[in-house]
Antibody, heavy 119, light 110 residues
Framework: QVQLQESGPGLVKPSQTLSLTCTVSGGSINSGDYYWSWIRQHPGKGLEWIGY???????YYNPSLKSRVTISVDTSKNQFSLNLNSVTAADTAMYYC???????????WGQGTLVTVSS | QSALTQPASVSGSPGQSITISCTGT?????????VSWYQQHPGKAPKLMIY???NRPSGVPDRFSGSKSGNTASLTISGLQAEDEADYYC??????????FGGGTKLTVL
């Protein structure tokens, strides 16, 4: 059973870069045709898809965040990462990493990590 | 403001059936059979309940069902149980944004 775990700083200053890592266990990140995604949830609000990296390395981002987002993968560590630059308070959210059942349908989620943007 | 519109709250008594609607546009729900529903308990990650309009992942009770008509998708929970009390979110492919979510519906079991 695949498991995902997010890690990274819980506090980021405005204008800096938010960097998170998702460690995958119970399966290889480059086996199978999976989309590895980042999704966030603002406090008390709904979900927002950020982007994904496919097992081939192809990435796709939410157009509303595309200019600030980079998702990458480190197969040697069985991890994938999120970088979101030029953050503001509006980027304060719970950040989840997830793996799909079928494209853009996620049946494996990390527990989430809360990131606060504040000086 | 979310791309898909859900009622803020619904409620029902144990054993009853409830339906949660999810209204989109001609750019998402109407044209794609890729509607999903997630259940989220407080402090927990979302859990997939329905995908591709009416498919249940293994382990999801058959009390949960999905449907779609026009711009609106629906999640129906029959035989309501106390543990069904949670927030529910719909999602759909979108021609403009790849994937969009609803704002969420809080289900209260009375």
């Amino acid at each position: 059973q695949v498991q995902l775990q997010e890690s990274g700083p819980g506090l980021v200053k405005p204008s800096q870069t938010l960097s998170l890592t998702c460690t995958v266990s119970g399966g290889s990140i480059n086996s199978g045709d999976y989309y590895w995604s980042w999704i966030r949830q603002h406090p008390g609000k709904g979900l927002e898809w950020i982007g994904y990296i496919y097992s081939s390395g192809t990435t796709y981002y939410n157009p509303s965040l595309k200019s600030r987002v980079t998702i990458s993968v480190d197969t040697s560590k069985n991890q994938f990462s999120l970088n979101l630059n030029s953050v503001t308070a509006a980027d304060t959210a719970m950040y989840y990493c997830a793996r799909d059942l079928s494209p853009m349908v996620w049946n494996h989620w990390g527990q989430g990590t809360l990131v606060t943007v504040s000086s | 403001q979310s791309a898909l519109t859900q009622p803020a709250s619904v409620s029902g008594s144990p054993g009853q059936s409830i339906t949660i609607s999810c209204t989109g546009t001609s750019s998402d729900i109407r044209v794609y059979n890729y509607v999903s529903w997630y259940q989220q308990h407080p402090g927990k990650a979302p859990k997939l309940m329905i995908y591709e309009v009416n498919n249940r992942p293994s382990g999801v009770p058959d009390r949960f069902s999905g449907s779609k008509s026009g711009n609106t998708a629906s999640l129906t929970i029959s035989g309501l149980q106390a543990e069904d009390e949670a927030d529910y979110y719909c999602s759909s492919y979108s021609s403009s944004s790849i994937l969009v979510f609803g704002g969420g519906t809080k289900l209260t079991v009375l």
